[in-house]
């Protein structure tokens, strides 16, 4: 098995608030400083938030505008002084001339059908993240238990370890999520007001109210691949435990084929999306309040007002500190986030130090190291991390290392894991993942008449993708609420005459790109 069995759809939770400089596209009038109250001829739209979900939403009204004429104004509203949200990149030794490290989400898979697609339709390269096939161990605080790097001899200690059954059925299990996630891109995908429909009509209702320990038991797969082999993949992903997470995100951990990320940082998606939408984009702009204003809404902030036909909120509710009529806070139950600590550094070490990890030195150490809390269930030591992998050199005879962990680790930490030097340190503790334990109702997509919620999706997948994939239907509701439209024409009235509709799409279209 390969390190890549422990990556994931796209944990579109990893944040940092970091500027980087804008690229020249974006020095020009499309990024504003102050919004200005004035009558529109055109109907205007407002996004809160330029991460996957606002920038998409942005990219995808635009394909509206130019399929059908709809000449919709769209304002991007962003506290932050960059794009891109929760997907940012940092330099080490902050020289721009070393190859950059993601500090946020780092990988999608060919399945994230619109991430991949946007590569290709924006000329962005794609980074394999096969060069960093490192070998990969299985820490639980006081021991490896199990250290593989693909050969056959690690696939024979898995099988000896676990069976056959355990890998196979919890194969199949991924695989099966897979083939049903991948309706969402097809002509016919549903649109929901409510994430419990979309839930009902993928049939994944088992699997978010079930915890991952708890699907996959009731699949046959034993009880110690769960806690050690499966926990590494929700841990390293999502900062959560097997018997914690619910199974459709414990599922999402595992789907890993063709993991790849964007050269020069998954960011530049983001900036392609409202690059290509030909949005107002308002950087370092708070939205303070949206109210209702007759059938319309106001949007006031750090730089000033505006009224909207629409408003899409893409960002999670309760960390915006926006202020909304109370019967739409009501709808918004608080949703907890994982404080996640990221250390990144360059050290000269090649590998970590054998002591800390109790072996002989000179003892080889993976170059990742996952972690399994299987142990201190049973009363032994946790582990101090959740997560240790080495990327690359940062400059030659030092090395890129990337720790995610639930508490600050200090300098001598750090001394004391690396047997070399440790140069450059940086670290963050951020918001990074929402809590995900098994549930059966999620936020409303719709709160009120023009005004949609994106991230009410998250609860139930938390990637960069999925937030593309929520984007698009809420966009789709608004267009059709507003302008009995849509992406690719109007869908809701079965029988409704085709007028409106786009030529129906190859087998292999991804819906939104092709109509």
């Not at 994944?204 to 691949?225: H, P, R, W």
């Not at 030092?398 to 030097?421: C, H, N």
């Not at 690719?488 to 005459?497: E, Q, V």
Request: with cysteine; charged share 20%; proline share 6%.
């Amino acid at each position: 098995m390969k390190r890549a069995a422990f990556l994931c759809l796209l944990p579109g939770a990893l944040a940092i608030q970091l500027p980087f400089e804008l690229p020249s596209f974006f020095k020009s009038k499309t990024v504003l400083n102050s919004v200005e109250e004035t009558p529109s001829p055109l109907p205007r739209v407002a996004i809160i938030g330029a991460g996957a979900g606002g920038s998409s939403a942005a990219f995808w009204i635009s394909k509206a505008n130019e399929r059908f004429g709809l000449g919709v104004d769209i304002d991007v509203y962003d506290k932050n002084g960059y794009i891109g949200g929760r997907s940012t990149t940092v330099y080490p030794y902050d020289d721009p001339s070393l190859r950059e490290l993601e500090l946020g989400a780092s990988v999608f898979v060919k399945v994230n059908k619109n991430l991949w697609r946007a590569t290709e339709e924006f000329n962005l390269t794609r980074r394999d993240f096969r060069e960093e096939d490192y070998e990969t161990g299985i820490w639980d605080g006081e021991q490896f238990l199990l250290s593989f790097n693909g050969g056959w001899w690690d696939t024979l200690k898995v099988l000896w370890r676990y069976g056959l059954n355990a890998p196979r059925r919890t194969d199949a299990a991924v695989k099966s999520m897979i083939g049903t996630y991948l309706s969402l891109y097809n002509k016919d995908t549903p649109r929901w007001e409510r994430v419990e429909d979309v839930s009902s009509a993928l049939g994944f209702g088992n699997l978010v109210s079930s915890t991952t320990s708890e699907y996959l038991l009731s699949k046959g797969v034993a009880a110690n691949y769960i806690s050690e082999l499966v926990e590494a993949a929700t841990r390293v992903n999502y900062a959560q435990d097997a018997d914690v997470i619910h199974a459709l995100e414990g599922a999402c951990s595992m789907a890993v084929d063709n993991a790849a990320g964007v050269a020069g940082g998954n960011f530049q998606l983001f900036e392609q999306f409202l690059k290509r939408s030909k949005a107002n984009v308002f950087l370092n702009t708070t939205v303070t309040s949206i109210t209702p204003k007759g059938h319309q809404w106001t949007v006031k902030s750090s730089g000033g007002s505006q009224t909207y036909q629409a408003v899409i909120l893409a960002a999670p509710f309760h960390q915006t500190s926006i202020t909304v009529p109370r019967s739409i806070a009501d709808q918004i139950p608080p949703q907890p986030y994982i404080n996640l600590h990221v250390t990144l550094l360059s050290t000269n070490a090649s590998s970590p130090n054998p002591s800390y990890f109790g072996l002989p030195e000179g003892s080889a150490v993976p170059q990742v190291v996952l972690t399994s809390r299987a142990n201190s269930r049973k009363g032994g030591k946790e582990p101090e991390f959740n997560s240790l992998s080495y990327h690359g050199s940062t400059r030659e005879g030092e090395y890129a290392v990337k720790i995610f962990s639930m508490q600050r680790l200090s300098d001598e930490w750090l001394d004391g894991v690396f047997p070399g030097t440790v140069g450059w340190v940086h670290r963050k503790e951020w918001k990074s993942y929402p809590k995900l334990p098994p549930t059966t109702s999620f936020p409303p997509v719709k709160l009120d008449q023009g005004l949609y919620y994106v991230n009410s999706f998250e609860p139930f997948i938390s990637t960069m993708e999925t937030e593309t994939i929520s984007s698009r239907n809420v966009v789709d509701l608004l267009l059709n609420e507003q302008f009995h439209s849509g992406i690719c024409g109007s869908r809701i009235d079965s029988g409704s005459s085709d007028e409106g509709q786009q030529p129906s799409p190859a087998d292999d279209a991804v819906y939104g790109w092709d109509c």
